[in-house]
């Protein structure tokens, strides 16, 4: 029966051995010897070992007989040690067995004979491998056979889960935590509040090294069992042009994604994430995979308008936390916000303002030298971290040189030194501790970047060159990727593991794909600055083509890092593109500040480039001008690109020339240069047509329709609509040709063929439908509810207007929604409702420099103040409209004018002067082919007449007024006139 349950137990040890890749090399009567690291090297040896036995012991339990009687059980006693052995064979031909000797062996023989049976016991070499993937419970110091000094060791209750970076700086070396209680007690209760609901953002301020990350580590620890979630994020050094950068942190965070993970593993995750919070898990998780740079199998985001692809993007985002805060409170930490990009920045002041009521504390690090450029929210506050007071500063010192006796004299060099700075204060007293001799450490370095570089100046050879390899490769990075480009002596996996120890660096992760991070930024600083420029480029451009290599099948995702490391080494052109890749991302997801800065730091390397420098540096100048404008910035962009004249001629091609007067005009027609605007855009179509591309001329189509409208140019403007119309169909631009619809409905509004101008608006309002796009949207809706208005039906117009109001994305597209729709209330003769929307509208259109419609709704708003019965208001405001409409000729804007004017000089009495001014508008309406304007005109001077007595113009200009009105389908005017006619006793 024993021999039957041995054979039990070695069977089942040897297979769990076996799985993990151990050698089982001795049979020791009721036990065994394993070894892992030989004769077959792993990276995670340890892990491995560790494993094993934790499989073994579960194995046993599970398995409760091995022998063929009932109740035989078996518990075993297991330990476990790491270090230097001797391998090799032992005996001759007859007997040749594998083995190790060594003290590491017996270390771990005499650790097994500690255990108590089912226990694991494990050395302190081996515990500092794996103490991210178990649980541990200290052991003691025990007394082993052979060693002077007692063994710290650890017994091993189980494997551990998955733990944050918060739970893996618990392994770390920290010193003791002293000097901040009272902002611990502050953040405590902000995250008591926050549990029960009251939200906060709390930014912790501090200089590099005052404790920040320090400070969150010891809030985390005192969360316990409390019912919160963790979601953690880092902004990068380097991340300042890339957005969403900590954003994706957290969604990877929350989602449970793994850098390892595939695409199809990510999309899987996230769909689950969304369809558990009671997202729409369909309709949302193309956006949250396009910001992850996965693509989304069946998803048709190249469809949509990058805005929409923004807006639903950020929405999904702030509704994830707020969603996920309402099934669980939410701790959000984000550190080093003086390295954030602008999306997410813009991201998290949004966010911030909707914390205070849900159950959400965020915490955000940063320097002094950085402060948010969102509004302070009501539910913000800050904690400032001042430098140590000397008793803390001394006490710090004290704990990290625990066994050094430390003169007074020295110490007050260190404190003298350090000015209160943690962090300084530590590497000081470490350096102190390190050195040894004390009368050498009274030439201690000044600064804190010193200290560091003396420190690394005393590492072996190897790791310090590992040191500054893991400098290049990022404050985080991923250990393959440093397997992958080390190129020096010795065990990668040893010289982190020493690393560590010394506190330069800590693990982040363990699993199938462990990373690591810097301790400090600062450390990581030293150590890049200590590399000479060759080496860096050298080290640089190995990680890049690593990168580019192992993930080609991800791409996208890995732009944001390529463009880190080619934009460091001599390749200009791999440098380009990867910008250029990164820009292209951040106009993807609207993050045009972002993308402003990838091309301008592309177009200084494209300067580099030995081949096709010129139409590079072109094509990236371009890019640029189309964000600037959409950043609002159109002065900037014509500015741009004035200067490349030159370059546009020195380069000849004709698609390029064509884009490039595109460009121009579009910069020129936002500011309200209608002449130079049609200039270049009749540039552009010549040179698009004879390159043959057919985008850009429908484009330049549409710049032309745009400006003819603005210009007075009506007929004109139909004609250039039509063709744009033709031509970004075929050329699939459904963004631009919803664009152009939206044109031709202004010119055929103008021009009184209003079901045309329907029929347009309606086709504008179908695309944008399609695409999702809010900002088509809200164009389509305004120009409706004007149609409609104009026409006389103003319940319809001022409902599609408050549609309109309701669907606009931003500032502008908010600000002109507001005009249109109180001109709708001024069709209906409400001045009340339509004055504050007109006055918000101009205020917002003359700071964005839209001097069309600024110039538009001022004059509508002396027209308001007209009907109200304050001609000296009216007079001013319509004198003002004019000046800023005149200079561009926008013909419905000068009509309205006159129409103002003669209004306050009806109220004057002045009936000739109401005349002259009605009889101008008339002259105006119908050199632009504006119909019913002229109409309108005139039955006003019809009734100018009327109240003169002038019987004969009466008859003059009503009847005309009243045929064109009844033709064109404007009802309510047409019942005006034939008002009049009765008050005049005419028949119509």
Same mark, same amino acid.
């Given at each position: 029966?024993?021999?039957?349950?041995?054979?039990?137990?070695?069977?089942?040890?040897?297979?769990?051995?076996?799985?993990?890749?151990?050698?089982?090399?001795? $049979?020791?009567?009721?036990?065994?010897?394993?070894?892992?690291? %030989?004769?077959?090297?792993?990276?995670?040896?340890?892990?491995?070992?560790?494993?094993?036995?934790?499989?073994?012991?579960?194995?046993?339990?599970?398995?409760?007989?091995?022998?063929?009687?009932?109740?035989?059980?078996?518990?075993?006693?297991?330990?476990?040690?790491?270090?230097?052995?001797?391998?090799?064979?032992?005996?001759?031909?007859?007997?040749?067995?594998?083995?190790?000797?060594?003290?590491?062996?017996?270390?771990?023989?005499?650790?097994?004979?500690?255990?108590?049976?089912?226990?694991?016991?494990?050395?302190?070499?081996?515990?500092?491998?794996?103490?991210?993937?178990?649980?541990?419970?200290?052991?003691?110091?025990?007394?082993?056979?052979?060693?002077? =000094?007692?063994?710290?060791? +650890?017994?091993?209750?189980?494997?551990?889960?998955?733990?944050?970076? $918060?739970?893996?700086?618990?392994?770390?070396?920290?010193?003791?935590?002293?000097?901040?209680?009272?902002?611990?007690?502050?953040?405590?209760?902000?995250?008591? =509040?926050?549990? @029960?609901?009251?939200?906060?953002?709390?930014?912790?301020?501090?200089?590099?090294?005052?404790?920040?990350?320090?400070?969150? +580590?010891?809030?985390?620890?005192?969360?316990?069992?409390?019912?919160?979630?963790?979601?953690?994020?880092?902004?990068?050094?380097?991340?300042?042009?890339?957005?969403?950068?900590?954003?994706?942190?957290?969604?990877?965070?929350?989602?449970?994604?793994?850098?390892?993970?595939?695409?199809?593993?990510?999309?899987?995750?996230?769909?689950?994430?969304?369809?558990?919070?009671?997202?729409?898990?369909?309709?949302?998780?193309?956006?949250?995979?396009?910001?992850?740079?996965?693509?989304?199998?069946?998803?048709?985001?190249?469809?949509?308008?990058?805005?929409?692809?923004?807006?639903?993007?950020?929405?999904?985002?702030?509704?994830?936390?707020?969603?996920?805060?309402?099934?669980?409170?939410?701790?959000?930490?984000?550190?080093?916000?003086?390295?954030?990009?602008?999306?997410?920045?813009?991201?998290?002041?949004?966010?911030?303002?909707?914390?205070?009521?849900?159950?959400?504390?965020?915490?955000?690090?940063?320097?002094?030298?950085?402060?948010?450029?969102?509004?302070?929210?009501?539910?913000?506050?800050?904690?400032?971290?001042?430098? /140590?007071?000397?008793?803390?500063?001394?006490?710090?010192?004290?704990?990290?040189?625990?066994?050094?006796?430390?003169?007074?004299?020295?110490?007050?060099?260190?404190?003298?030194?350090?000015?209160?700075?943690?962090? $300084?204060?530590?590497?000081?007293?470490?350096?102190?501790?390190?050195?040894? =001799?004390?009368?050498?450490?009274?030439?201690?370095?000044?600064?804190?970047?010193?200290?560091?570089?003396?420190?690394?100046?005393?590492?072996?050879?190897?790791?310090?060159?590992?040191?500054?390899?893991?400098?290049?490769?990022?404050?985080?990075?991923?250990?393959?990727?440093?397997?992958?480009?080390?190129?020096?002596?010795?065990?990668?996996?040893?010289?982190?593991?020493?690393?560590?120890?010394?506190?330069?660096?800590?693990?982040?992760?363990?699993?199938?794909?462990?990373?690591?991070?810097?301790?400090?930024?600062?450390?990581?600083?030293?150590?890049?600055?200590?590399?000479?420029?060759?080496?860096?480029?050298?080290?640089?451009?190995?990680?890049?083509?690593?990168?580019?290599?192992?993930?080609?099948?991800?791409?996208?995702?890995?732009?944001?890092?390529?463009?880190?490391?080619?934009? !460091?080494?001599?390749?200009?052109?791999?440098?380009?593109?990867? /910008?250029?890749?990164?820009?292209?991302?951040?106009?993807?997801?609207?993050?045009?500040?972002?993308?402003?800065?990838?091309?301008?730091?592309a177009e200084t390397h494209a300067a580099r480039l030995t081949t096709?420098?010129?139409?590079?540096?072109?094509?990236?100048?371009?890019?640029?001008?189309?964000?600037?404008?959409?950043?609002?910035?159109?002065?900037?962009?014509?500015?741009?690109?004035?200067?490349? %004249?030159?370059?546009?001629? !020195?380069?000849?091609?004709?698609?390029?020339?064509?884009? +490039?007067?595109?460009?121009?005009?579009?910069?020129?027609?936002?500011?309200?240069?209608?002449?130079?605007?049609?200039?270049?855009?009749? !540039?552009?179509?010549?040179?698009?047509?004879?390159?043959?591309?057919?985008?850009?001329?429908?484009?330049?189509? +549409?710049?032309?329709?745009?400006?003819?409208?603005?210009?007075?140019?009506?007929?004109?403007?139909?004609?250039?609509?039509?063709?744009?119309?033709?031509?970004?169909?075929?050329?699939?631009?459904?963004?631009?040709?919803?664009?152009?619809?939206?044109?031709?409905?202004?010119?055929?509004?103008?021009?009184?063929?209003?079901?045309?101008?329907?029929?347009?608006?309606?086709? %504008?309002?179908?695309?944008?439908?399609?695409? !999702?796009?809010?900002?088509?949207?809200?164009?389509? @809706?305004?120009?409706?509810?004007?149609?409609?208005?104009?026409?006389?039906?103003?319940?319809?117009?001022?409902?599609?207007?408050?549609?309109?109001?309701? /669907?606009?994305?931003?500032?502008?597209?908010?600000?002109?929604?507001?005009?249109?729709?109180?001109?709708?209330?001024?069709?209906?003769?409400?001045?009340?409702?339509?004055?504050?929307?007109?006055?918000?509208?101009?205020?917002? /259109?003359?700071?964005?420099?839209?001097?069309?419609?600024?110039?538009?709704?001022?004059?509508?708003?002396?027209?308001?103040?007209?009907?109200?019965?304050?001609?000296e208001r009216a007079a001013a405001l319509a004198a003002r409209g004019?000046?800023?409409?005149?200079?561009?000729?926008?013909?419905?804007?000068?009509?309205?004018?006159?129409?103002?004017?003669?209004?306050?000089?009806?109220?004057?009495?002045?009936?000739?002067?109401?005349?002259?001014?009605?009889?101008?508008?008339?002259?105006?309406?119908?050199?632009?082919?504006?119909? $019913?304007?002229?109409?309108?005109?005139?039955?006003?001077?019809?009734?100018?007449?009327? @109240?003169?007595?002038?019987?004969?113009?009466?008859?003059?200009?009503?009847?005309?007024?009243?045929?064109?009105?009844?033709?064109?389908?404007?009802?309510?005017?047409?019942?005006?006139?034939?008002?009049?006619?009765?008050? @005049?006793?005419?028949?119509?």
């Amino acid at each position: 029966r024993m021999h039957a349950l041995l054979n039990g137990f070695f069977e089942l040890a040897l297979a769990e051995v076996h799985r993990f890749e151990g050698t089982i090399n001795q $049979f020791l009567g009721d036990g065994f010897m394993a070894l892992f690291g %030989a004769p077959l090297a792993h990276e995670d040896d340890a892990r491995r070992a560790v494993g094993a036995a934790v499989a073994i012991r579960r194995a046993l339990r599970d398995r409760r007989s091995y022998g063929p009687g009932p109740g035989a059980e078996l518990a075993v006693r297991i330990g476990l040690n790491t270090g230097v052995v001797v391998v090799g064979s032992i005996g001759d031909n007859l007997r040749m067995d594998y083995t190790a000797v060594g003290d590491t062996t017996n270390v771990a023989a005499r650790l097994q004979q500690a255990a108590a049976p089912g226990e694991i016991v494990i050395a302190e070499a081996t515990a500092r491998l794996v103490r991210s993937d178990v649980r541990l419970a200290p052991a003691g110091a025990l007394s082993v056979k052979g060693k002077s =000094d007692p063994v710290i060791a +650890y017994k091993v209750l189980g494997l551990a889960p998955r733990r944050s970076a $918060f739970e893996h700086a618990a392994e770390r070396a920290f010193g003791r935590f002293v000097g901040r209680d009272e902002e611990l007690r502050r953040l405590g209760k902000l995250l008591t =509040d926050a549990h @029960a609901g009251a939200g906060r953002l709390v930014r912790v301020v501090g200089e590099a090294g005052a404790g920040k990350s320090r400070l969150l +580590y010891e809030l985390r620890r005192t969360l316990g069992a409390t019912d919160m979630t963790t979601l953690e994020a880092r902004c990068r050094a380097y991340g300042a042009t890339i957005p969403y950068l900590p954003i994706l942190d957290l969604v990877r965070g929350q989602c449970g994604i793994e850098e390892i993970d595939p695409p199809e593993t990510i999309a899987a995750k996230v769909r689950s994430t969304l369809t558990g919070l009671g997202i729409d898990a369909d309709d949302r998780t193309p956006f949250l995979l396009h910001l992850l740079g996965v693509k989304a199998s069946g998803a048709a985001l190249e469809d949509l308008a990058v805005e929409v692809v923004r807006e639903r993007t950020v929405d999904t985002l702030g509704r994830m936390l707020l969603e996920g805060s309402r099934r669980r409170p939410l701790l959000v930490v984000i550190e080093d916000l003086h390295w954030i990009d602008d999306a997410s920045e813009a991201h998290l002041g949004t966010l911030a303002a909707r914390l205070e009521a849900s159950p959400v504390l965020m915490v955000a690090t940063h320097r002094p030298d950085w402060q948010p450029r969102w509004p302070n929210p009501a539910s913000a506050e800050e904690i400032v971290l001042p430098p /140590l007071g000397e008793a803390d500063s001394l006490t710090l010192v004290q704990a990290v040189v625990a066994r050094t006796s430390l003169p007074d004299e020295l110490a007050r060099v260190i404190l003298d030194r350090a000015s209160g700075n943690p962090l $300084f204060l530590e590497e000081l007293a470490r350096a102190v501790a390190e050195q040894g =001799d004390l009368a050498a450490t009274r030439s201690m370095p000044d600064t804190l970047r010193a200290l560091l570089s003396a420190r690394m100046d005393r590492l072996p050879a190897a790791p310090k060159r590992l040191l500054q390899t893991t400098a290049v490769l990022g404050r985080e990075f991923p250990r393959r990727l440093l397997e992958t480009v080390w190129e020096g002596p010795g065990s990668v996996t040893a010289h982190l593991a020493e690393l560590a120890r010394l506190d330069f660096l800590h693990e982040l992760s363990a699993g199938g794909d462990p990373a690591y991070a810097f301790n400090h930024a600062l450390t990581q600083e030293v150590a890049y600055e200590s590399l000479l420029t060759p080496q860096r480029h050298a080290l640089h451009e190995t990680a890049a083509q690593v990168l580019e290599s192992s993930d080609a099948g991800r791409g996208a995702r890995e732009w944001e890092r390529l463009a880190y490391h080619w934009t !460091r080494t001599a390749r200009a052109d791999k440098a380009v593109e990867a /910008l250029s890749r990164v820009a292209a991302r951040a106009m993807a997801t609207y993050a045009n500040a972002e993308a402003v800065a990838a091309l301008r730091e592309a177009e200084t390397h494209a300067a580099r480039l030995t081949t096709d420098r010129e139409p590079v540096t072109l094509r990236l100048v371009l890019e640029r001008s189309q964000a600037l404008l959409l950043l609002g910035q159109p002065q900037e962009s014509l500015d741009d690109l004035r200067s490349r %004249a030159d370059l546009v001629e !020195r380069v000849g091609d004709a698609s390029l020339t064509a884009q +490039y007067h595109f460009r121009l005009a579009s910069a020129h027609g936002v500011l309200g240069d209608s002449a130079r605007a049609i200039e270049h855009a009749d !540039r552009a179509l010549g040179e698009a047509r004879r390159a043959g591309d057919g985008a850009t001329e429908g484009k330049a189509e +549409y710049i032309l329709a745009r400006e003819s409208f603005w210009s007075g140019d009506l007929r004109r403007s139909v004609d250039h609509g039509r063709r744009a119309v033709v031509l970004l169909d075929r050329a699939s631009e459904r963004w631009w040709l919803a664009t152009a619809h939206w044109s031709r409905a202004l010119s055929y509004l103008v021009l009184g063929q209003f079901d045309d101008a329907l029929d347009s608006a309606t086709w %504008a309002g179908t695309i944008a439908d399609k695409l !999702r796009d809010s900002r088509l949207a809200s164009q389509a @809706a305004w120009i409706r509810g004007w149609i409609h208005a104009t026409r006389g039906d103003w319940a319809t117009g001022i409902e599609a207007g408050r549609r309109a109001l309701e /669907l606009a994305p931003d500032e502008m597209s908010r600000a002109v929604a507001e005009g249109f729709l109180g001109t709708c209330f001024i069709e209906k003769g409400d001045t009340a409702a339509a004055l504050p929307l007109l006055e918000q509208a101009t205020a917002t /259109l003359g700071r964005l420099r839209l001097r069309q419609l600024e110039g538009f709704f001022t004059v509508l708003q002396g027209l308001a103040h007209a009907l109200r019965g304050d001609p000296e208001r009216a007079a001013a405001l319509a004198a003002r409209g004019l000046e800023i409409v005149r200079g561009i000729n926008f013909g419905p804007a000068i009509i309205e004018a006159h129409l103002v004017e003669s209004l306050v000089a009806r109220a004057r009495h002045d009936l000739a002067a109401a005349s002259r001014a009605l009889g101008e508008a008339l002259a105006l309406a119908e050199r632009i082919g504006a119909r $019913f304007l002229a109409a309108q005109m005139r039955l006003g001077l019809a009734e100018v007449a009327q @109240a003169a007595g002038d019987r004969e113009a009466v008859v003059r200009h009503l009847g005309p007024a009243h045929a064109d009105l009844r033709a064109l389908g404007a009802p309510v005017w047409a019942a005006r006139a034939v008002t009049l006619a009765r008050a @005049a006793g005419l028949a119509l």
